[in-house]
């Protein structure tokens, strides 16, 4: 059971973590993004932090709630 809550947080994790990029990322152009390689790590990250706090996040919900 609490792999399946860590899976599914984890998973609406990256889909936040894609979401907030997407928002941040909306002014730049595609070109712009394609070739800026700093961007990479900077967002890139940002979704990774974002999928593990949710798996994260999923397992705490299961260890508290269920």
Do not use: E
């Amino acid at each position: 059971m609490v792999y399946i809550f860590a899976v599914i947080g984890f998973f609406m994790g990256f889909g936040v973590g894609l979401g907030t990029i997407n928002v941040l990322l909306r002014h730049r152009s595609k070109k712009d993004i394609q070739s800026d390689k700093s961007l990479r790590w900077s967002y890139g990250l940002m979704v990774w932090l974002f999928a593990i706090l949710g798996g994260w996040l999923g397992v705490w919900a299961c260890n508290n709630y269920f």
